[in-house]
């Protein structure tokens, strides 16, 4: 018997006939991140049932020297979850793990296996009166083991914080199949550097996530949702330091866009209307939540913002939603941005982040230096402005053939855009992680000592390299070909 | 010319006459913990001015297989910044590097060197109307570098958790003497795991902070402080769980004492007062804070929340402090529980956790194993019941002899609780660290897995095993006698 063949019988032993396949029809579906841009190869299908049934599989992954590419609800942005060409690897699905442990209302915590999906962990709190604080495009499909190995970010990071603030305890199984238990959440806990931090936001490179203790907050009680009209991106970040003072807790959201990706919307979006009738080069769309009904006094807290804005010249124009439906017609705007601008033509994005006061000069200074520089192109910089983190779109000249125009002259856009970033101390990966779409470009702008640890903690925790291998770093070092780690395939 | 005599040479010609001595009246101050605790020995004390400093510091130590023992204020409860008996290492002190190098109150950051002291950070954001969240009892000496490498709490933690969640940015010389600078403030930075995490609470044993930007928060507008007698501990949990859900993101402080701690403060203390008349066997001590003045409606807050609780029978009596002078009272005497406790005789002290919702079965259930288990004491829990960490000290019989007690009896007793702490999921250390003093009880009663994980990071991040050795870890391995580094000193 090869040592495949030998490797797979163990494996089907180990996992059961629903826990190993290698049919490529249920593989296949697999092997091709969600948007399409990845497709690779993977010798099976690994669904365990449980965390003993993943430590087994890993131990014996490390025995035949087999990589490991672990998933979760297939729907990262960075084809982190997607196997290599050379189909050596298992892809190791955590969706069959999808059981809520432990929910202890009072405590405010849940405790549920790395499959369970992000909708289905909202709706189990919802029914106690809590919430978990993070929502983000896919959580339909995004998985708690994945939004954990992502970090993954979303509208509410400003109030609530990324998937790291979420994460009270944390289970994973290591490289050499020892599990990691730090489940147990402890508000307080100083036993040395803190491991779960470093599995947190890890992209399945040093240990597979399991399970998860995570944080959950009151219900929204009250709720204020306002929409303004500004005259500049700076006057944004003058109007969000305004509401982080007069606001306080209370500000989730603060979301910027320019004045063509509203006509975008409105134009994509028949059924869409503006919320303010006059026009403006820049609006913002300003969320306050409170935890307990009328207590908080949302609404005052809300015209007295917005009254002491006008004062100081920093809106134009401004109204706050009248009911839950028209807040929910203001969001829909908001997300409506991408679609309608992929209406448009071929665009290259950029998840970029840089310090919070830095992002509305970034902004104004980026845009044009673009536009001029790449003839035709149209520069578009929407979201988080509260996160200091902008999507920052390079719509094509008019014309330009999609697909083509990507791979040609959207490179050289992608790469001067990271620079950008760069040179004012920002990150080319603000909320969607490295995977291997980034990976390369980390690699070219990255200071070398951040590298440096990086590789040098991959090395130590996964000396054999089947962690997930080229997803975030390469496993050979570009500037001298030393080997990343001895039993590493070579990508 | 001998090795140390050429480091030696060579440290004061890179660090300056101020940078570098060997005169024993000068260094042997910080060779002893602030309590007395430690002592060990030093070649020199080096007190570097810049980073640059720090890290041609760090290689020349490299170079020669210099061990280095970083401290700030010298002001730990651990003796992690204490060097051995060897007189092999140096002690590099942060304390002269203690400049605000950037402070943006619109932004709500500030960008401080290793050696500012806590105080000093509290007064010099006072006047832009914000303030630094995290405060404890050695605020006058206390450094940012040993807060962070120490990750300290206090008693601000319920809502702004411990030094973790205040650190924005950090830089660090790393063991190779380069310097690793995320000090910019991105609150989103998906790329790879987040080495800054790693750092944090890592007590100088794979890295020296040198510098940090951390984050403020809003001044305190608005203030509710409340004294509530309790008739049990399980009953102020209760009372915990019913003020989260009444009073949200308002409160800051839920600290408990039982009856003898009560009554020990005001023996010791002529001029304190009990806040009620009456007697009770627990009581809580609750502050709910606002960040804008009038506009949170706190003492509308603070006596529905009352009320309800009377009516769900979880308090027995309340009082709400009347005037800021009484509220600083009642912290009096929460504050002054160790001292009032200390003058009744020798007491083992342990700084331990939990999971937050087991804390008060934790202390019903140990506080009577031990007094019954170790005749003649008695076991007092006091603390931050809002996350989950109590002091938990045990007085010796009276007249236990002082100093011998401790080290017969007293280590016997101090087993004991760490095993009940273990055996409840907790942690040995909640917010004091490792250090020299809880190393060999961490490995005795630590996960395994922990432990390798822990000895593989610092085996990668420093190779030679010269940051602060003997701490945290020790440096072989009691199992088998493997050496964590090569260069490393024997403890």
């Keep these: ?37 990845y497709t690779g190869r993977a010798m099976a299908l690994a669904s365990p049932a449980s965390t003993p049934e993943v430590a087994a599989l890993v131990k014996l992954c490390a025995r035949h020297g087999v990589p490991i590419v672990p998933q979760g609800g297939n729907s990262g942005m960075s084809g982190g979850a997607t196997p290599d060409a050379s189909g050596t690897a298992i892809v190791l699905s955590l969706r069959r793990m999808n059981a809520v442990r432990r929910f202890d209302a009072d405590a405010m915590q849940i405790t549920c296996d790395a499959g369970v999906v992000l909708q289905t962990l909202h709706e189990t709190v919802e029914p106690k009166g809590l919430r978990f604080p993070l929502t983000l495009g896919g959580k339909g499909s995004a998985t708690v083991g994945g939004l954990i190995s992502t970090n993954a970010g979303g509208t ?21 199949g020892s599990v990691f238990d730090s489940l147990k959440a402890l508000k307080k806990d100083n036993r040395g550097f803190d491991l779960k931090q470093l599995l947190i936001g890890s992209e399945g490179t040093i240990g597979i996530v399991t399970a998860a203790t995570l944080r959950l907050v009151p219900a929204i009680a009250d709720r204020a949702v306002l929409w303004c009209g500004l005259g500049d991106i700076r006057t944004a970040r003058k109007l969000l330091v305004h509401a982080q003072r007069e606001a306080g807790d209370a500000l989730e959201g603060f979301e910027v866009m320019p004045r063509h990706s509203l006509r975008a919307v409105l134009a994509h979006e028949p059924s869409a209307r503006s919320p ?19 207590a908080d006094g949302l609404s005052d807290t809300a015209s007295a913002l917005l009254e002491a804005a006008f004062a100081a010249e920093l809106i134009e124009d401004a109204t706050i939603a009248a009911s839950d439906t028209q807040a929910e017609q203001f969001w829909a705007i908001r997300d409506g941005i991408s679609a309608a601008e992929r209406a448009l033509g071929p665009a290259m994005q950029h998840d970029i982040s840089v310090p919070v006061p830095d992002m509305a000069d970034f902004v104004a200074e980026t845009v044009p230096r673009v536009e001029e520089r790449f003839t035709g192109t149209k520069a578009i910089a929407f979201g988080h402005l509260g996160d200091g983190n ?46 291997q779409m980034k990976r390369d470009e980390l690699a070219r702008l990255a200071d070398p000592v951040h590298i440096a640890i990086l590789r040098q903690v991959k090395q130590a925790l996964d000396p054999q390299g089947l962690l997930n291998p080229g997803k975030l770093i390469a496993q050979h070092d570009a500037s001298d070909g030393t080997p990343l780690a001895q039993g590493a395939t070579t990508l």
Tied chains: 1, 2.
């Design 390 to 435: 902008v999507h920052f779109h390079v719509l094509a000249p008019e014309g330009a053939p999609r697909g083509e125009w990507e791979e040609s002259e959207g490179k050289t856009i992608s790469a001067f855009v990271h620079d950008e970033v760069t040179r004012w101390g920002g990150s080319i990966s603000a909320e969607h992680g490295i995977g």
């Design 156 to 176: 509410q990071v400003l109030r609530h914080g990324a998937m790291r603030a979420q994460v009270l305890g944390l289970e994973a199984v290591m490289a050499d």
């Design 276 to 294: 303010l009738q006059s026009e403006h080069e820049w609006h913002a769309l300003v969320e306050l939540i409170g935890d307990r009904s009328g």
């Design 1 to 37: 018997m090869s040592e495949k063949a030998e490797f797979l019988t163990d494996a089907k032993a180990l996992l059961g006939e629903r826990g190993l396949t290698t049919d490529g029809e249920l593989v296949e579906p697999w092997l091709t991140d969600w948007r399409g841009r």
